[in-house]
């Protein structure tokens, strides 16, 4: 089907589709490095890029709009549009928990420096997952997407020791409390982006294998392979 071709085409060749995954990869590395460094003067640069890759969203979301309209992709290429719409509306979302990380850091700088250990070491592992997924998704590759399903274990199991971390700091500094709460806050934002990574795997699983796994059991995503 010489239409559903060109829709496909369509969306792998979108520019915006392409840059969209850079910007936001970039937007989380530099949040992250805010938040290490307590440094606030790259936070409206931060800001401004959520912006950014709002408009980006919306953009590639009419793209994909105008391509059913006018191609109507039937099989693999309709299902790759169907990621797409999905993928970036995940994108914008990370997109926003960096801004949230900034917001956090510029609204609380003048509180005594907390660094809890675990923060950083989920921040580095939602990092990963967000470049090796975006890696996946270029190559659509099904083995590095089953593999990275794993991988929201680790974020997970970083934020319950850093809740017990920040709980434990709040009963020995209790006029700590609201900002630690926010710390918390900030730190659930930043476990979701496993979660968004691990959507964005369930999506690559779909396009190549047409099924949805979402609701299937690890040991079963293995046999997908």
Not at 36 to 62: D, F, G, H, L, P
Not at 142 to 155: I, N
Request: charged residues 25%; contains cysteine; hydrophobic residues 40%.
């Amino acid at each position: 089907n010489r239409c559903s071709h060109s829709a496909g085409m369509a969306v792998h060749d979108a520019p915006e589709y392409a840059a969209m995954g850079g910007v936001v990869e970039q937007q989380l590395h530099d949040a992250l490095q805010v938040l290490r460094t307590q440094n606030i003067a790259q936070v409206s640069r931060i800001i401004e890029t959520a912006r950014q890759v709002n408009t980006m969203e919306v953009e590639i979301n009419e793209a994909c709009t105008r391509i059913l309209a006018l191609h109507h992709p039937t099989a693999g290429d309709l299902r790759l549009v169907q990621i797409v719409i999905k993928t970036i509306s995940d994108l914008e979302r990370i997109g926003n928990v960096a801004r949230k990380i900034v917001r956090f850091v510029r609204k609380n700088r003048d509180f005594p420096h907390i660094q809890p250990l675990y923060l950083h070491r989920m921040g580095e592992l939602a990092k990963e997952m967000l470049r090796s997924v975006l890696d996946a998704f270029a190559r659509m590759d099904v083995e590095a997407a089953v593999q990275l399903y794993k991988e929201d274990d680790k974020v997970d199991e970083q934020y319950e020791l850093l809740i017990c971390e920040l709980m434990n700091y709040m009963a020995e500094h209790p006029h700590a409390i609201p900002q630690v709460l926010e710390m918390i806050r900030c730190a659930h934002s930043i476990e979701r982006i496993g979660d968004r990574c691990q959507n964005i795997s369930y999506y690559i699983i779909y396009y190549i294998k047409g099924k949805d796994v979402r609701h299937t059991k690890i040991e079963h995503l293995t046999d997908l392979r």
